[in-house]
């Protein structure tokens, strides 16, 4: 057991508020005893939840909020306007030390907007990327950047690389992880400009294990643990991911249900397939980091239930536990300057 | 019946050559009376494989070459100096209108550094797209471009827009294609620098029917029909698109062996799948046209066979019925300068 881990919870964020939020925050209080929570949004909501469940009340406190910040809502106006929303207050804690870490299924974009806006970046950090797991052949590899801050330089995709591999080194246990530059083909000549920059200062790096570039097509199949990428092209790739994966699942069960016969041979294949698709999800590791900032901040999905709200407090333990903060601080900015 | 179309196809290109390229050629001009092939390759063994079929020789003629460049070769040098290859000497035929087409199996790299060198754009094309067909939820939609030539400007995104609306108003017949731009928000805001300064431009084309811009997660649920994007980022959602569909199915045939129960489960849903994972391939459509050139250039897998040979012929005969070349010098450079 480590040392306490207190994470400033957003009630307020994703399809499934509050009542998924606070029954995610119950459960891991349950199961580990070094998670404090800070359960953000309307006190009286809040409440009615909590009063649901038995748990240790020492380690779960309420912060009342009044705004609400909607998914449609204009991120940076959001931000500046609502500031008595979860997601401001959540981050202004995390900002002022009260927290370590900030969970949220809010906007996507108030929460990346507010990580660098409100919590900020560490000293040196030029960018902080927003870093999802993806679920691969393998497990899962970090597809490093997938932010809103699109165009990076090559110097913002070296910070990646080695933020990238502390994290899956020390949060996923990945012994020296596999970093490769996504590329429109493996050979080192191959790339648009910025990848043909970034290619010889990655395999100059001392403190990262490059492997070269790889072709999206090789990344399900886990070549890589560390994929970097500036975040138009980590969009893609992730929102790719997302959709095929739905449309082929979604097909796949539409022609188990066509006729008798195969609602039968649905029946007896239901468990084994059911746990393949499980395999191929990557809740069960919390939710997207988004890195380099004075604390954590994790954005998990709109439609996050209990479990992966459970796990993502989990992975604000494992973040802490491993002082990640500090070994992104030495690496990007050695004599502290 | 429209008038022959004469296609140079390459004999010696892919995994399966010359065996499933000249069976694809005989069904090809066995089943449409409009084909004629023009086989490059090695004689000796392109004349072995024609001697097993039955089929009107007056409508396939060989002409051998003598060099084959291999996969692995580096694309401009393979061209420059394998003057007697199939993929050389075909795309020479297409440049001199002694072929309307060209078809290959064989380097992607070769083929397209070909298309450009060899046989030369259309005046007024900037930039010659590949454009391959990717599966979607309803059907299929283009996205272009996917080819070798990244960093692309506006002005080409523009082009691509119009060359593939063309191509899948009068090759697959889609009324009045939708037209997406490739963004990480489907918001007008959104984007990276040169998505920025090309939606205005796409807004403004009078004869496109662009709808916006699109997020890749929405790109296989068939919402656009020509999907355009610089060739860094199509290669990168063309490679997912195809990396994550075989990754999940490889998962999920191997949980239907996983045991007895799923086995019999397996053999009940097996034709329904077989079915649906077909639905999900685009191979019966042809290949990947290479857009903008003085003549059609097609680039299928390298490991089509010759059913998916046949379907490229077809399109060629398509491409030429529908005089897609006259509408694209039309509509990019009305005036003929």
């Known amino acids: 057991m480590g040392e306490m881990v207190k994470v400033a919870l957003d009630a307020m964020g994703g399809d499934n508020a509050p009542g998924e939020i606070v029954k995610g925050a119950v459960e891991a209080i349950n199961e580990k005893d070094n998670i404090y929570v800070i359960l953000l949004g309307k006190e009286d909501a809040v409440k009615a939840e909590l009063a649901k469940y038995t748990y240790d009340e020492s380690r779960i406190e309420i912060v009342h909020t009044e705004d609400v910040i909607e998914m449609a809502e204009a991120p940076v106006n959001a931000i500046r306007k609502k500031k008595d929303s979860s997601i401001v207050k959540g981050m202004t804690m995390t900002k002022e030390g009260k927290a370590d870490a900030f969970v949220s299924a809010g906007s996507t974009g108030a929460v990346l907007v507010g990580g660098t806006v409100l919590v900020g970046r560490i000293k040196g950090v030029e960018r902080a990327p927003l870093a999802p797991l993806i679920p ?26 080695k933020m990238g591999s502390i994290y899956m080194e020390s949060v996923m246990g990945i012994k020296n992880p596999r970093v490769a530059l996504v590329s429109n083909g493996a050979e080192e000549e191959k790339g ?3 990848v043909k920059e970034t290619h010889p200062l990655l395999k100059e790096c001392p403190d990262i294990n490059f492997i070269g570039n790889i072709e999206a097509r090789d990344i399900p199949l886990g070549t890589a643990d560390v994929i970097v990428c500036e ?10 991911y997302e959709g095929v994966g739905s449309v082929l699942i979604k097909k796949i069960k539409d022609s188990l249900m066509s006729s008798f016969r ?15 698709l499980q395999d191929f999800d990557v809740d069960r590791h919390g939710g997207a980091p988004l890195l380099g900032l004075n604390g954590l901040v994790v954005k998990t999905h709109g439609n996050a239930k209990a479990v992966v709200i459970k796990n993502c407090l989990f992975q604000c333990a494992a973040f802490k536990e491993q002082k990640i903060n500090e070994k992104i601080q030495e690496k990007i900015n050695p004599i502290g300057e």
Chains 1, 2 share one sequence.
């Open 192 to 194: 648009n400009a910025l």
């Open 136 to 161: 691969t052949a393998a497990g899962a590899s970090l597809l490093i950047d997938c932010g809103a801050n699109v165009d990076a330089r090559p110097s913002h995709l070296v910070q990646f690389a």
């Open 262 to 276: 195969t609602k039968i041979g649905a029946l007896l294949i239901k468990p084994a397939l059911k746990q393949t």
């Open 231 to 240: 975040a138009f092209v980590g969009n893609a790739i992730l929102k790719t």
